[in-house]
T-cell receptor, first 112, second 108 residues
Framework: SAVISQKPSRDICQRGTSLTIQCQVD?????MFWYRQQPGQSLTLIAT?????????ESGFVIDKFPISRPNLTFSTLTVSNMSPEDSSIYLC?????????FGPGTRLTVT | KNEVEQSPQNLTAQEGEFITINCSYS?????LHWLQQHPGGGIVSLFM???GKKKHGRLIATINIQEKHSSLHITASHPRDSAVYIC??????????FGTGTRLQVFP
């Protein structure tokens, strides 16, 4: 199994600003993913974070809005750029191997 | 279309009751996850299964490949079991498809 930590756990941000969320895994993993969970909704995959190359984004998500880095096999960041109230969500990092994922505690973001 | 459907959407129970949450999916899944999400938002992976049955403490997960159906059972439910339970499936890719979740409240 893998233990995943995320920072910050929560934040309140002003419209137009950016927030970077960090995800740290306690062991090297093949796959890392970023999800968004809007209020009352299920999880939606934002992108797959690829080590040493550009992330692979799902339909409806773009790099300019959600830039992602993955400099090594245990760490990734997601930035939510130029935030609006619609970006208020829980953002979750997950990591693992094919068919087995472990989830972080999430970052609860409120945009005012 | 690859989908995952859960029922019920909301569930309330008295402490000690036996609880069942259902999940149905389309053909062609490789594996299925049951996840638990507490009010703070963090998600814990309870089970990952591709056939048969798994048990951990008071939790039991089963999957029936022919009927394309999985169930999560909680025996002797307790208020600390109150959470959202999410079923998620791998459709022959590395990406999970999530159900909408079942909100469980267990009252003392």
């Amino acid at each position: 199994s893998a233990v995943i930590s995320q920072k910050p756990s929560r934040d309140i941000c002003q419209r137009g600003t950016s927030l970077t969320i960090q995800c740290q895994v306690d062991s090297q993993v093949t796959m890392m993913f970023w999800y968004r969970q809007q209020p009352g909704q299920s999880l939606t995959l934002i992108a797959t974070a690829n080590q040493g190359s550009e992330a692979t984004y799902e339909s409806g998500f773009v790099i300019d809005k959600f830039p992602i880095s993955r400099p090594n096999l245990t760490f990734s960041t997601l930035t939510v750029s130029n935030m609006s109230p619609e970006d208020s969500s829980i953002y979750l990092c997950s990591a693992g191997t094919t068919y087995e994922q472990y989830f972080g505690p999430g970052t609860r973001l409120t945009v005012t | 279309k690859n989908e995952v459907e859960q029922s019920p959407q909301n569930l309330t129970a008295q402490e000690g009751e036996f609880i069942t949450i259902n999940c149905s999916y389309s053909v062609g899944i490789s594996a299925l996850h049951w996840l638990q999400q507490h009010p703070g938002g963090g998600i814990v992976s309870l089970f990952m299964l591709s056939s048969g049955k798994k048990k951990h403490g008071r939790l039991i997960a089963t999957i029936n490949i022919q009927e394309k159906h999985s169930s999560l059972h909680i025996t002797a439910s307790h208020p600390r079991d109150s959470a959202v339970y999410i079923c998620a499936a791998y459709y022959n890719t590395d990406k999970l498809i999530f159900g909408t979740g079942t909100r469980l409240q267990v009252f003392p």
